[in-house]
């Protein structure tokens, strides 16, 4: 069983930073791509950022390009989200996702991705 669990949401202030976090577990996890996804109320989950297995490709939305960076640690099953000046409509639930057994280029549409976090909420106040 496949278990991606994040962290480190919250409170920040416009302007702020914030990073969160993805713990991946599970015995048959391989190698995967990752990405973090978002749903503010009353909207559709959209793409924030992809990174894949080795690290070496990344991608991300254009609304947070340049203040938002992803990064993973193979060695530790962690995946982060780096997130600076933040905006009020940064506020969403954040979700982390894993492509399982996939080592090709990243991957932006939510329907690729097989195992999905629970979610964690940053809420940025203006």
């Known amino acids: 069983q496949v278990q991606l669990v994040e962290s480190g949401g919250g409170l920040v202030q416009a302007g702020g930073s914030l990073r969160i976090s993805c713990a991946v577990s599970?015995?048959?996890?391989?190698?995967?791509?990752m990405g973090w996804f978002r749903q503010a109320p009353g909207k559709e989950r959209e793409f924030v950022a992809a990174i894949s297995w080795s690290g070496g490709s990344t991608d991300y939305a254009d609304s947070v390009k340049g203040r938002f960076t992803i990064s993973r640690d193979n060695a530790k099953l962690m995946v982060y989200l780096q997130m600076n000046s933040l905006k009020a409509e940064d506020t969403a639930v954040y979700y982390c996702?894993?492509?399982?057994?996939?080592?090709?280029?990243?991957?932006?549409?939510?329907?690729?991705?097989?195992?999905w976090g629970q979610g964690i909420q940053v809420t940025v106040s203006s």
């Open positions: 996702a894993a492509k399982a057994y996939y080592t090709g280029t990243v991957r932006t549409n939510l329907r690729d991705y097989d195992y």
């Open positions: 599970g015995r048959t996890f391989g190698p995967s791509a």
